[in-house]
């Protein structure tokens, strides 16, 4: 998959993130997208480690596992920051 589409997977992710995991974060929207596209490529990364796919394009999958990793590390971009 090609950086733009890492990019827009990840400003994708970043956004789902933001939405689903409300609240006052330190650098709000940006650091969010700038969390989401970290998220897709760990999302995607841990994925392939454990079997259930990799981030292989935008789709509802890739969608998915790139919001996952992105919620995560907004958890713990959160937790550390407060």
């Known amino acids: 998959m090609g950086i733009i ?17 409300p609240g006052n974060d ?6 969010t997208c700038g969390l989401g596209i970290a998220g897709s ?11 259930l796919g ?3 394009g935008i789709n509802l999958g890739s ?3 790139a ?3 992105a919620l995560i590390l907004l958890f713990i971009y959160n937790r550390f920051i407060r």
Not at 5 to 21: E, N, P, Q, R
Not at 26 to 31: F, L, M, R, T, V
Not at 41 to 51: D, F, K, M, R
């Open 5 to 21: 589409s890492w990019i827009i997977l990840g400003l994708i992710a970043g956004a789902l993130a933001k939405w689903l995991m």
């Open 26 to 31: 330190g650098g709000g929207w940006i650091a």
């Open 41 to 51: 490529l760990a999302g995607g990364w841990i994925g392939s480690l454990i079997g």
């Open 54 to 56: 990799a981030a292989s």
């Open 63 to 65: 969608i998915i596992i």
């Open 67 to 69: 919001t996952a990793g």
